[in-house]
């Protein structure tokens, strides 16, 4: 599945299933908290954190709900996610040809 094919999904899921788009600030706010979610899962995971009795990895579920979020404020937006990405890799590209190769950190 293509960006551009999961952002025409989502908005064919919002229109059929979900009725409408919540609002641009509650789906910031909801991206807030599905991101935390994730956060959560990956200081229990690879941090020193310990899952709680009941928790459960579910790493996998955590990231496709952040996904759903910002494709739902990229539809509401009007962007183009496959375009946005396309252009951020190639500004990257531009601007870090040498800049981690030459970190004496890595």
């Known amino acids: 599945m293509t960006i551009k094919e ?6 064919s899921w919002i229109k059929t299933i979900g009725v ?4 641009e600030l509650t789906n910031t706010a909801i991206l807030m908290e599905e ?9 229990r995971k690879f941090g020193d954190q310990s899952f ?11 990231m496709a709900d952040v996904l759903w979020v ?7 937006t009007g962007v183009d996610l496959e375009k946005a990405f ?8 531009i601007r870090d040809q040498n800049r ?3 970190n004496s950190k890595l």
Not at 20 to 23: D, G, H, K, P, V
């Open 6 to 11: 999961a952002q025409q999904e989502v908005d």
């Open 20 to 23: 409408r788009y919540f609002s």
């Open 35 to 43: 991101v935390g979610e994730l956060a959560r899962i990956m200081s």
């Open 52 to 62: 709680k009795e009941g928790e459960i990895d579910n790493m996998e579920d955590e």
């Open 70 to 76: 910002l494709i739902c404020l990229a539809n509401q």
């Open 86 to 93: 396309s252009d951020n890799m190639k500004k990257k590209t």
């Open 100 to 102: 981690h190769k030459e």
